[in-house]
């Protein structure tokens, strides 16, 4: 016989709690969940993540176009769906983000951070104390990224971390994006990256020590493949809490 633990659904949760899962997949979840003491702590911990995403938005005044942008989206006719494949569970995650991403601005990299951040759940599971499941420290733009929103999500212990970006300038095949770690005076690269035409992209950090042991993130302009030392201007920056 196979038992509970067998059919875990906590590959399922993340959607689950975004909501995009189909009627079908929402009532094997919910059946499971009624038995299952393992995948109610995940799913209380994962709404606590989807809770709390919000309180890291920075506050901003939107510019005027959103209003119209939305309002013509909402009176706008229904367009007719053509019966399709049904799409994968990352096509459903992303997919309405991708669409939104010219009139979301801020929201954007909140909405993009939940889906790094679930993407994460098997590491956190191993990594899980009590308390806040994540840290979400945002990222200064600098008068050379002046429209730049830049986010670091941390794990609770802040042993492994992200990088999320928006609205950066999309650089020449010679350069890219370098983000470097500080600590005692001394910098580190934690990574290279370049964005997509729309200014996103987001770079797992990699270092040698945990992220809390550094004291502040940067991001600057640097040749393709990366400097030993920063060199170019930089767009975005951030202190690290301890």
């Known amino acids: 016989m196979t038992s509970v633990e067998e059919n875990h659904v906590l590959d399922e949760l993340p959607a689950f709690v975004l909501g995009i899962l189909t009627d079908e997949e929402t009532n094997q979840v919910v059946e499971h969940l009624a038995i299952c003491d393992t995948c109610q702590v995940e799913l209380t911990r994962l709404q606590q993540v989807a809770d709390d995403l919000p309180l890291a938005l920075l506050q901003t005044t939107p510019p005027s176009r959103v209003k119209l942008k939305l309002m013509q989206a909402v009176h706008s006719p229904e367009p007719k769906i053509v019966p399709t494949n049904q799409p994968s569970l990352w096509q459903r995650l992303v997919g309405p983000v991708r669409t939104l ?101 987001s770079l797992e950090i990699k270092a040698s020590n945990p992220l809390s042991q550094y004291d502040s993130v940067g991001i600057t302009i640097e040749p393709f493949g990366g400097s030993p030392g920063p060199t170019g201007s930089k767009v975005l920056g951030g202190t690290i809490p301890h």
């Open 101 to 201: 991403a010219p009139m979301v601005g801020a929201a954007l990299i909140v909405l993009l951070a939940v889906v790094n951040l679930l993407l994460w759940r098997q590491l956190s599971l191993t990594n899980h104390q009590p308390g806040t499941p994540m840290q979400v420290i945002a990222l200064a733009n600098t008068q050379f990224s002046p429209k730049a929103e830049g986010t670091l999500i941390m794990n609770q212990t802040g042993d492994y971390g992200t990088v999320v970006v928006d609205m950066l300038a999309a650089l020449d095949s010679g350069h890219q994006y370098q983000v470097w770690l500080l600590k005692d005076g001394q910098r580190v690269s934690g990574g290279l990256f370049s964005v997509n035409p729309e200014g996103y992209a």
